[in-house]
């Protein structure tokens, strides 16, 4: 059973990504803000990372920064999702290291082929 990271300031997105992903037979873990997405990256280990671009204490482009810096993380999968669709944003995540970019509102049927794909690939 994979396990998947959700790091989202929004409660009601975390909620809904959380079924879905227990649908699925993931094993899903929750970050409400940019510092607990970290802690949770320690102690739980996840096999891939959804990650909100606005959040409180760190954003997620930070938190993708020390993922990739980090030698246990830098190869986990990260799905940026977030309703940041500038160009700059999409390229920057991209050029950070995020595997792919998903603009807020979604179809979380997309989201959870992304998932496999990315989780398979790797």
Request: aromatic content about 4%; overall charge negative.
């Amino acid at each position: 059973m994979h396990t998947i990271l959700v790091a989202d300031d929004e409660p009601l997105m975390r909620e809904l990504l959380e079924f879905r992903l227990a649908q699925r037979d993931y094993r899903p873990v929750t970050a409400a803000d940019g510092r607990e997405a970290l802690a949770r990256l320690e102690d739980s280990a996840p096999d891939a990372v959804v990650l909100d671009a606005m959040m409180p204490v760190h954003d997620g482009f930070e938190v993708l920064r020390r993922m990739r810096a980090s030698p246990e993380h830098a190869a986990t999968p990260v799905i940026m999702l977030t309703a940041r669709r500038g160009e700059s944003d999409i390229v920057g995540a991209l050029e950070l290291g995020a595997n792919d970019y998903l603009v807020k509102p979604f179809m979380p049927e997309e989201l959870m082929a992304r998932l496999a794909r990315l989780l398979k690939a790797g």
